[in-house]
């Protein structure tokens, strides 16, 4: 890798994004140099689904927009040290707001859609939310809880509501939380990741710094994301990546693989994000002259099956870069195999010696000691700045313990196994966590586990990741009944499971055993459930639940 930045080069791009401060002063700079370019773009289609009046904002519109928003949260009470709820999907909305509040220092706790009344209560009332901002079309599902909670409510565009009492902590600062994202854990239910300015700035300075295949060109790229906004993929890395290159953020309501490549050309889209399923289902669209006629020269992401990796590449001439990050990582931790050789099919993620924020790995047998090359371990991260959590997620909100249980020994254990070849390139290998990552959603098990224990009739349960061809991975109930009735018992846990957990998070897949294999203390053994896991249905009775599990998602939309 001839072209990384040299460490001075490096060093000084990352002081360059970090003397911003906070994401708001990143736009104020950036309005400053590239004031009439598109920040945000919408495809013609896509404007006329959500009724926005424009198609584009530039930089000094989403500075003007920004700054006006900024100025009635202030006068109605709002301060720094606050959080506010935001249920906004991927809409220029949210991250109006974001940029808003951030300018007060007020953080923000993206809502996902597809959550229940009872996940959306425990989100708001474990972060404390002071107001939810939400659009009109989710005013009957969300605003009974906030009102249950005595949190004021404010529709998208409209007057904003008197805040209630005042959390100060101190101006807007690098430091200073922007954001809290839940993500799953293993314990059940989601924990909250503190997210600081610096951690999303170091996606800027991560995306600014790269070479390769990515080498972005100031003020000319336009990067198209179908990911939720609610995640940091599209909320930090693609847009702090867009905003710190000044390029535009293609904004899309969802993947629609049919008119895919019309809207890559529609909008001149010259990069996207992908996970596996996305590259999974465009082959299965027919073959056409049109297949390489578009401007895409890259596409970043993750989970691309091995069999499609070269096909996709070949038919239509877009590199896919594996990579690799967590919620808790951010910028300060993200990998992608950018350079050649990629090893393409091997689910290579690159080398950590790359430009961006400094890192160092390790990869560590279950004693905590590292393995030699080509053999399996858990990756360590740290930051190599000699702070070793600086720029990577604050902590869990409210959970010291699992914060310090994640650093132990002064390295984040990502529970992800990985091996590294004799170059020091790495390879996914599996996640070690109790984990489904379903088409690009983490989904705790032990969530899962707890909703079906409450069905009367079951004797025991194992949520499992199933391999799915289309989505990586797919939630799979393997269950022991303590009733005859087994048809009756599938239906109570799969209503149980819908009325209760997000559609995504609904088993796709269920099986019957007679037992399942646990330890002396009863623990269930997971690894012995793997051939399970491996062919579900192959299992004699396996009940596939996928197609409904489907007109589920269908329902809620």
Request: aromatic share 8%; proline share 6%; glycine share 10%.
């Amino acid at each position: 890798m001839t072209d990384l930045l040299s460490p001075a080069e490096n060093l000084a791009l990352g002081q360059h994004y970090l003397s911003a401060g906070t994401v708001f002063g990143l736009l104020e700079r950036q309005a400053e140099a590239f004031g009439p370019n598109d920040l945000f773009v919408l495809p013609e289609k896509v404007q006329v689904l959500w009724h926005e009046a424009q198609g584009s904002l530039s930089y000094a519109d989403v500075l003007k927009a920004a700054i006006d928003l900024s100025n009635a949260f202030a006068g109605a009470g709002y301060v720094a040290g606050q959080r506010v709820a935001v249920s906004l999907e991927n809409r220029p909305a949210h991250f109006l707001n974001w940029l808003a509040l951030n300018r007060l220092g007020i953080s923000v706790v993206p809502v996902n859609p597809d959550l229940r009344e009872e996940e959306v209560e425990y989100l708001l009332r474990h972060s404390g939310a002071s107001l939810l901002v939400r659009l009109d079309s989710h005013a009957s599902r969300l605003d009974p809880v906030a009102s249950s909670l005595n949190i004021p409510v404010m529709t998208s565009g409209g007057k904003v509501p008197a805040a209630g009492g005042a959390l100060t902590s101190g101006e807007p600062a690098l430091e200073q939380e922007a954001a809290l994202i839940y993500t799953s854990g293993t314990t059940g239910t989601p924990k909250g990741c503190i997210l600081s300015n610096r951690f999303f700035l170091n996606w800027a300075w991560w995306y600014g710094a790269q070479r390769g295949l990515i080498a972005l060109e100031p003020g000319r790229e336009r990067l198209m994301n179908p990911l939720p906004a609610f995640h940091v993929n599209a909320m930090g890395h693609s847009f702090m990546g867009m905003l710190g290159s000044g390029g535009a953020q293609i904004i899309i309501d969802r993947f629609h693989p049919r008119d895919w490549w019309d809207t890559a050309r529609e909008t001149k889209a010259t990069a996207f994000h992908y996970l596996g399923v996305i590259p999974a289902i465009l082959l299965q669209l027919p073959h056409s002259s049109d297949d390489r006629a578009h401007e895409v020269r890259f596409a970043l992401g993750g989970g691309v099956h091995p069999d499609h990796h070269a096909t996709f590449e070949a038919r239509f001439g877009v590199p896919l870069l594996e990579g690799w990050a967590m919620t808790e990582t951010g910028g300060a931790g993200t990998l992608c195999a950018a350079f050649e050789p990629r090893s393409i099919g091997e689910r290579c993620i690159g080398s950590p010696d790359r430009s961006g924020p400094p890192l160092e790995i390790r990869l560590t047998d279950d004693d905590g000691k590292d393995v030699p090359p080509d053999r399996r371990g858990e990756l360590l991260l740290r930051s190599g700045t000699g702070e070793a959590r600086q720029g990577f997620f604050s902590g869990y909100l409210h959970d010291q313990e699992a914060t310090e249980k994640a650093w132990s020994g002064g390295w984040l254990h990502t529970g992800d196994v990985m091996r590294r070849d004799e170059s020091g390139r790495l390879y996914f290998v599996d996640r070690k966590k109790n984990i489904i990552r379903r088409s690009g959603e983490n989904i705790a098990a032990a969530e899962v586990e707890t909703v079906l224990a409450s069905v009367p009739g079951l004797a025991q349960v194992a949520i499992i990741a199933a391999l799915d061809p289309l989505r990586g991975e797919e939630v799979m109930a393997v269950v022991v009944s303590g009733t005859e009735d087994t048809a009756a018992l599938a239906e109570a846990l799969f209503d149980a499971a819908a009325q209760r957990l997000a559609y995504y998070k609904v088993p796709g897949l269920l099986l019957f055993v007679p037992s399942l294999p646990t330890t002396s203390t009863q623990k269930v053994q997971r690894e012995k459930l793997r051939g399970i896991a491996q062919d579900p249905l192959a299992q004699p009775g396996c009940i596939d639940w996928r197609a409904r599990k489907q007109n589920l998602r269908q329902a809620a939309h």
